[in-house]
């Protein structure tokens, strides 16, 4: 059994992003890079279950720059070989969409009986990743799983519903799974794997596939504004209730 | 007829004591190494003043005292002990000809009362104050030395009394034997029959001398033999230099603590000669704010499982688990890694190490709480626990005066390592600002390394990822040997811990010095002029890591002193302070809720001193946390929080006033 684990780089989200010049994408000079969180969880899975039944997890990346220690990173978290897509280090904000096409070749040459991704990513907010691969694979394909398990010839999935309701499906092996929720949180690896494992080079793969086309462009990206937005109110409680009172006539709202 | 059975009755207990000890220090030999034979003669020389002086055991001074009445008794009523069984065991033996019936004789009566005094002052101690230290301590061991060694001294005068009593003539070299010989004698005991007398307080002498023997490796009292060789093997390596992982022989990678053999030697001696005496117990933070830890249980528990630990020495695929078996992880992440638990041990226990390498097991196993793990991925991507990207380290110096140089570009004479707290946090950012712009004022010649810095470890080290602290340190240090500096300065305690006691472990040797230092150098060299008339009454707070483990007291208070302050200390100060409950890698985990925080009892000790409104800080998560347990306490309109920098700002005479 094989199992291949999709990890992609996000910005880190609780940092003040600022709009480039273009207007079109955040300023990427000044931000921090983070495993996407959803792809976090499929990395989980995909280590759960080489632990659970012996299988081998290969971990693969497509990222213009951190791509090498996100994947010494998912060494040190037990997958046994990792392989690192180059897409060029002009290429800082390829869509899920751009590097389908890439995964899709890689995944090829290395036949694996299940693919592990995120549901989700910043860069993917529809989710189209997993789907994406299930068509080019012509591969069955579920998203939005929670648990996995595998017999023979067949994965056996949870996949989540609104208002508490999963169901549970059965797919064919090979298959593309979009992960939610591992069945265990991610494990923390500890600083001395990791620092044994800085040493070891990272293999990388020219890709022979052209990028996917995007079918929407980001016209225009705006900050939302966050100011202005609250009054504190000081006082003692009459003080308080007349400024509400006034507050309230002003905008019209009594 | 006497001498052989005395020969049969002390080698039968000798043996049996032997024997005791034996098994229980067995497992010592196949322990990994601690490398504690190095500087001989300053081991030798801290021990006068530990035990000679009782330096540390008077810190108490009720239990000090008796103590130190105990201990000498049993120095002096040893001539005795050897008298009876010199004599017993080969006779013709007697000190009389150096003083055994004159000087050493009477020496022996005064020494029997302070004794008495010695025992009564602890049987009142630990039956009637019941100090909480003693919570968790073994009364029954307690109790059962007192009833042996009580008959050791009565015996002792009785015997002589009896002796005395056979010609009726008192010996003014033996006081308290004659006051005792009246009695005797209304009682008809003269004469032949004081000899009986003799015999029999002789012998119930000799027999609760071995049975004191026999019973003392079992109990906390071995002390009298562990304490000393613990002292003397205590560690002469930095305070703040935790010992990396030891390496288990044989092996090249050392392993993390996982069984009792995996520590060192001096670690088991260690609980081996705790006492019990709860002093750790009694300024533990942690305990104080009711969290499952107690530095005292913490080393009897392990003493405990060390010595039911049947996979030490026979079987060792059968090595008893510490953590989950004696030592619960609760326990361990309980540790704000102060110190205050080992500054007070009379016989030198090691807690912290101990607890940072049990964390380390834990750590390797990803065995850590949500928080912290998060803390500890930021650091792995980041290198801060804020996951902030390094190039916004310098964010709070936009809008400064004056550009800070970059260390890294151009030589510099004090090179500020800013630490994470005052980089990223809010309300010590401002700080950092204040910290700048009057190094600016004194005209520093100073440098950061911007976004070349990265955390210092020094609390991801106490949290238990060396790997992790490894990597952070080097690093650094391969930051800071391109740069071109005279000194490190740096506002951070734990920043200051780490590159001046971690570091040259890791062959970086700075010569590194806190803030306040080198303000109080700018203020006496007159680069930063004082304008006194805001006086005011303050009290102070030592960092841990500045004070207690690099002897950083003065200088602070040097400062708050020269600014024209009035300083009044707070009654736990310098090497007793309270910690703020942040260190060890704490301020990374929940807190969860439990008794009173820390650091608000800290506040409602400086309010009891009263009429005081500034409590001063001089680190930047003394700020965070002192802020916030002001809020939490509701007190804002009574007392303020300030850091140094604040104050400093506040009086010293701008370049404006200076040119008026």
Aim: net charge negative; charged share 20%.
């Amino acid at each position: 059994m094989h199992i291949a684990a999709i990890l992609r780089l996000n910005p880190v989200l609780t940092e003040e992003l600022e709009v480039d010049e273009d207007g079109r994408d955040i300023d990427r000079e000044w931000i921090g890079l983070e495993l996407n969180p959803f792809d976090d969880q499929a990395l989980e899975q995909a280590v759960l279950l080489k632990e659970a039944t012996g299988a081998k997890v290969t971990a693969l990346a497509a990222e213009a720059e951190g791509g090498e220690r996100l994947l010494k990173t998912a060494l040190a978290r037990g997958v046994d070989e990792v392989l690192l897509i180059e897409v060029g280090e002009e290429n800082v904000q390829l869509s899920s969409r751009a590097r389908a096409p890439l995964f899709q070749e890689a995944l090829e040459g290395l036949a694996p009986d299940l693919v592990l991704t995120g549901v989700l990513s910043t860069d993917d907010i529809y989710g189209e990743l997993a789907p994406q691969l299930g068509a080019l694979l012509d591969w069955p394909q579920v998203s939005a799983v929670s648990n996995v398990a595998l017999g023979d010839g067949v994965a056996t999935l949870q996949q989540e519903y609104s208002g508490g309701i999963s169901a549970r499906i059965e797919v064919q092996l090979p298959a593309v799974v979009g992960l939610q929720a591992a069945t265990q949180p991610p494990r923390y690896v500890a600083g001395s794997k990791l620092r044994d494992l800085l040493k070891v080079e990272v293999p990388t793969v020219e890709p022979g596939a052209d990028f996917g086309a995007d079918l929407a462009d980001a016209t225009e990206l705006e900050v939302p504004d966050t100011s202005g937005g609250a009054e504190m109110l000081t006082g003692d409680a009459e003080a308080v209730a007349a400024r509400i009172h006034e507050i309230l006539v002003e905008r019209g709202l009594v | 007829m006497t001498t052989p059975i005395l020969w049969a009755l002390t080698l039968t207990a000798m043996a049996i004591s032997g024997w005791r000890f034996w098994v229980r220090f067995r497992p010592l030999l196949a322990a990994r190494p601690a490398g504690r034979t190095d500087r001989i003669a300053d081991r030798l020389s801290f021990m006068v003043g530990d035990i000679g002086l009782h330096r540390r055991l008077l810190r108490f001074s009720y239990s000090g005292i008796l103590h130190a009445l105990i201990f000498s008794s049993f120095l002096v009523l040893f001539t005795a002990i050897l008298e009876s069984f010199g004599s017993g065991l080969f006779p013709g033996f007697s000190l009389t000809a150096i003083g055994g019936e004159t000087w050493i004789a009477l020496l022996q009566n005064i020494f029997a009362v302070v004794i008495t005094i010695g025992l009564g002052m602890a049987i009142y101690h630990r039956f009637v104050i019941r100090p909480e230290r003693f919570e968790g301590s073994k009364t029954r061991d307690a109790t059962i030395i007192y009833v042996l060694a009580t008959p050791i001294v009565i015996t002792m005068i009785l015997e002589a009394s009896a002796r005395l009593a056979i010609d009726g003539q008192g010996s003014a070299w033996r006081p308290v034997s004659t006051l005792f010989m009246y009695p005797m004698m209304a009682l008809g005991i003269t004469g032949h029959a004081a000899e009986q007398a003799e015999g029999v307080f002789y012998w119930a002498h000799i027999l609760a001398i071995l049975a004191f023997l026999v019973y003392i490796p079992g109990s906390k009292h071995r002390h009298m033999f562990t304490a000393g060789p613990n002292i003397f093997f205590r560690p002469l390596t930095p305070k703040g230099q935790l010992p990396a992982p030891a390496p288990t022989p044989g092996e090249d990678t050392p392993t993390t603590v996982q069984a009792y053999r995996d520590f060192t030697w001096k670690d088991l001696l260690d609980t081996m000669s705790c006492t019990e005496c709860g002093r750790c117990q009694s300024v533990c933070p942690a305990h104080a704010q009711g969290k499952p830890l107690s530095p005292k249980k913490l080393i009897m528990n392990l003493r405990d499982g060390y010595l039911t630990d049947q996979g030490l020495m026979d079987s060792p695929d059968h090595a008893m688990p510490i953590v989950g078996g004696t030592i619960q992880p609760e326990t361990l992440w309980s540790c704000t890694t102060c110190r205050a638990c080992m500054e007070v041990c009379p016989v030198h226990i090691e807690h912290v190490p101990k607890i940072v390498n049990l964390r380390r097991s834990l750590v390797e196993e990803g065995e850590v709480e949500p928080l912290l793990q998060s803390a500890l991925t930021n650091f792995q991507s980041q290198g801060n626990s804020y996951g902030k990207p390094a190039k916004q380290r310098a964010r709070w110096t936009k809008g400064l005066s004056y550009k800070i140089k970059d260390a890294r570009k151009e030589p510099v004479d004090i090179l500020w390592f800013v630490g994470d707290f005052a980089s990223f946090d809010p309300r010590a950012q401002k700080l950092s600002f204040l910290v700048a712009e009057l190094l600016g004022r004194a005209g520093v010649d100073v440098g950061i390394l911007y976004d070349g810095e990265r955390n210092s470890g020094n609390d991801v080290r106490r949290a238990g990822d060396e790997g992790l602290f490894e990597m952070l340190a080097m690093h650094n240090i391969e930051q800071l040997e391109v740069c071109e500096f005279n000194r490190i300065m740096t506002t951070d305690p734990h920043s200051l811990n780490a590159l001046k006691s971690e570091y040259p472990a890791l062959g970086a040797a700075f010569d590194v010095v806190h803030y306040s230092e080198l303000f109080l150098e700018l203020i006496k060299a007159d680069r930063l002029r004082i304008n006194p008339g805001q006086a005011g009454r303050v009290t102070y707070h030592d960092p841990c890591y500045l004070g207690r483990y690099n002897g950083i007291f003065d200088a602070p208070r040097d400062v708050i002193r020269a600014l024209g302050h009035e300083l009044i200390e707070m009654p736990r100060n310098r090497d007793n302070s309270f910690c703020c409950g942040a260190g060890g890698g704490r301020i990374f985990m929940e807190d969860s809720p439990g008794g009173e925080r820390t650091s608000e009892s800290r506040i409602r000790e400086a309010m009891e001193l009263g009429d005081i409104d500034t409590f001063v800080v001089a680190c930047p998560k003394d700020v965070v946390m002192y802020s916030a347990a002001v809020q939490a306490l509701g007190v804002e309109d009574r007392i303020a929080v300030r850091d140094l920098a604040e104050l400093i700002t506040e009086t010293v005479e701008t370049e404006e006033r200076v040119a008026q």
